[in-house]
């Protein structure tokens, strides 16, 4: 990143301020997610959820097709082009979002791009065949995340040579290397060590610990966190019972230097990064 950059530019209609963090809803447009009534139900429930969470303090909405949970299937991307892209076209068309997509498929990238989005944000950090070429072609700014593995395998018993923000700060380096390499500028890009991703609660909470470590890295940090299972396993809480938990940690990442946030739950999380964002402010 250039010293004097002041925000990031999102595509063709958006910029994201680099002086203060931001929140990102999360929005499911797996058939699953929604009563899947056919794809008009489904995305017209999905822009009534993308309003609420606009209403709600979201300044980005993250619109994912493929479950990564583990053991998920992976779908076919043609599934996943045909949930994904009709979202994004009505999120930009009707309602000016800046909308960034979950997705690791190369064709989902350049058709996104083409939609509208103002982000990419691989979980697989450009490392299915041809995605890093997409990525490049599409302009717009990329998340690099830290996974081992496939959703699938990833949390069989998950284990590091060197401490664990060590292990992700590599693996994010060579990312970034690889991006820089196709001529992704550094303007572009953003990295996320991955929580739950490949990890144990023990690895993500140190991780959580030391969030700050990663900052030499010299990107944006985006993190999520948000009803994940490092909250359910720490606090004993079913996954509809980690608001509380999630907030404390949305806190603990902004003020260890998160720049975005990724969370089911904006209104509270917008209130906790507003309010840890205007006490780091103060006084610097
Ligand atoms: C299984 C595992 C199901 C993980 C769902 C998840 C992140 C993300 C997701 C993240 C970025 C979830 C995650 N997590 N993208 N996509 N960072 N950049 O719980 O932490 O949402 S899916």
């Known amino acids: 990143m250039s010293k004097e950059t002041t925000s990031m530019s999102c595509g063709e209609r958006h910029r994201l301020s680099l002086g203060r963090p931001h929140v990102m809803g999360i929005l499911n447009v797996t058939p699953d997610s929604f009563s ?21 303090g979201a300044d980005i909405i993250d619109v994912g097709g493929e479950s990564t949970r583990p053991g998920a299937t992976p779908v ?3 599934q996943e082009m045909d949930r994904v892209v009709p979202v994004v076209e009505r999120l930009t068309g009707e309602l000016g979002a800046l909308v960034s997509v979950d997705t ?12 509208g989005a103002g982000m990419i944000n691989d979980v697989r950090s450009l490392r299915r065949p041809g995605a890093l070429e997409a990525a490049a072609a599409s302009g717009l700014p990329v998340c690099l995340m830290h996974m081992v593995g496939e ?3 990833m949390q069989n018993d998950p284990r590091y040579e060197r401490p664990i923000e060590e292990e992700v700060a590599t693996f994010l380096e ?5 991006c820089r390499g196709v001529g992704i500028d550094g303007d572009r890009l953003l990295v996320d060590p991955g929580f739950g991703f490949a990890k144990t609660l023990a690895h993500n909470l140190r991780l959580m610990n030391r969030l700050e470590y990663l900052q030499y890295l010299g990107y944006p940090l985006l993190v999520g966190t948000s009803r ?12 509809d019972e980690r608001l509380y938990g999630g907030l404390a940690l949305t806190t603990l990442a902004v003020s260890k230097g998160a720049w975005i946030i990724r969370t089911h739950d904006v209104a509270a999380s917008a209130d906790a990064v507003g309010m840890t964002s205007a006490v780091l402010k103060e006084g610097k």
């Open 76 to 78: 076919d991307v043609q």
């Open 174 to 178: 060579q990312q970034i290397a690889r």
């Open 36 to 56: 899947d009534g056919g794809r008009h139900a489904v995305s017209d429930a999905a822009l009534r959820r993308a309003e609420e969470m606009l209403r709600e």
């Open 228 to 239: 994940k299972g490092m909250i359910g396993r720490a606090l004993s809480r079913e996954v």
């Open 104 to 115: 690791s498929a190369p064709e989902v990238m350049t058709a996104i791009t083409v939609a």
């Open 151 to 153: 959703p699938d395998n």
